[in-house]
């Protein structure tokens, strides 16, 4: 196995997909994480992507908000992500985007390099930004705009965006959960 090494990774794997495992827990992209479970290779995906790239290299992956939450070994390989500071940003899309799928979305930016100079982790949630477009929602010029702009300056936006501690993910209270309403209040005020 020769391994290529790229600059860059964007990837939109199906969700949940079977794998199999079975005597991979030695292969170089998954020993220091961890192996995604049987029936959900989504961490397998992300994994394999994050090992492609160069220690400069950058991932963007779109996966279902479950492998923010869900416990097992997709939370012990979540905690490693968090513990090895590969983990960017977080970016929440609304739901019913995607064919073939109603669940909402997110978009996970992953790196090596900037690992170590990372003081948390960038949580978007973009989910209320889109228009109605028959049985799908779409993402208006707008919405993507606003995401770019904000991710890029990377502000804390009440309702929207904010910087989020590693300390705060990885208090006892939160566990290593990366579910976004858990660090952003999106809820809207009633009159």
């Keep these: 196995y020769d391994p290529l090494f790229v600059d860059a990774v964007v990837s939109n794997p199906p969700y949940s997909q079977a794998w199999?495992?079975?005597?991979?827990?030695?292969n170089p992209r998954f020993s220091d994480y961890g192996l995604a479970p049987k029936g959900k290779a989504d961490y397998a995906f992300l994994l394999?992507?994050?090992?492609h790239i160069r220690n400069d290299g950058i991932?963007?992956?779109?996966?279902p908000h479950g492998v923010l939450f869900r416990g097992g070994e997709e939370g012990t390989i979540r905690k490693n992500l968090i513990d090895h500071?590969?983990?960017?940003?977080?970016?929440?899309?609304?739901?019913n985007l995607f064919y073939g799928t109603g669940?909402?979305?997110?978009?996970?930016?992953?790196?090596?390099?900037?690992?170590?100079a990372r003081k948390g982790i960038f949580m978007v949630d973009a989910s209320k930004g889109f228009r109605k477009d028959g049985p799908k929602n779409r993402l208006r010029e707008q919405d993507?705009?606003?995401?770019?702009d904000i991710f890029t300056r990377q502000v804390d936006?009440?309702?929207?965006?904010?910087?989020?501690?590693?300390?705060?993910?990885s208090y006892a209270r939160n566990d290593y959960n990366l579910n976004l309403p858990r660090y952003i209040d999106s809820t809207e005020v009633e009159d």
């Design 85 to 95: 500071n590969n983990i960017d940003a977080i970016i929440g899309l609304p739901a």
């Design 103 to 116: 669940i909402p979305a997110c978009i996970i930016v992953l790196d090596k390099e900037g690992a170590t």
């Design 20 to 26: 199999n495992p079975n005597d991979k827990e030695n």
């Design 157 to 169: 936006v009440p309702g929207y965006a904010r910087m989020v501690s590693v300390s705060e993910i």
């Design 48 to 51: 394999h992507d994050l090992y």
């Design 144 to 148: 993507i705009h606003r995401i770019v």
């Design 59 to 63: 991932v963007t992956i779109v996966l």
